[in-house]
């Protein structure tokens, strides 16, 4: 079986309102130092065993790119391994 | 500078319907070999350089349990790494 780990963030100059709200609540409990936070969407996605690993990256991308991630303010990233069970 | 790349998942067992969902959107779109899926949130956050590798740890620690993640139905993992700029 194929499993693709999947990140999606946004794209750099893209507002982020959720990680600003965070680094504001972690500057007013305390984490002052830290100086900068990333928020984005993590997917694993499990892939017949049956594929071939080009059609599988191939999968996966597609997938990103129609349904997990919109590509004009958003980018992503997956690694993607075999897994024997 | 200290990077901790968090990941945030519900605990097994815990119903996940943004998953379900998509898993039913990809259904629907043509990939029905699609057969588990994992939906979670991610983080990246930025840490002062001050800290040693053992303050880094904890402090990432505690920020996924009060802040990050819901302990009683998320799960987290991250993974601590120093950048030299």
Not at 13 to 19: F, H, Q, T
Not at 20 to 43: E, V
Request: charged share 20%; net charge negative; hydrophobic share 40%.
């Amino acid at each position: 079986m194929w499993k693709a780990k999947i990140i999606v963030t946004y794209k750099p100059g893209i507002l982020d309102p959720e990680a600003k709200t965070i680094q504001h609540a972690l500057g007013s409990l305390g984490y002052g130092n830290i100086q900068d936070i990333t928020a984005g969407r993590f997917f694993e996605l499990s892939l017949d065993a049956g594929l071939s690993q080009a059609a599988a990256e191939a999968q996966t991308r597609e997938i990103c790119e129609k349904i997990l991630s919109n590509p004009v303010i958003q980018k992503y990233s997956y690694e993607l391994s075999e897994t024997v069970l």
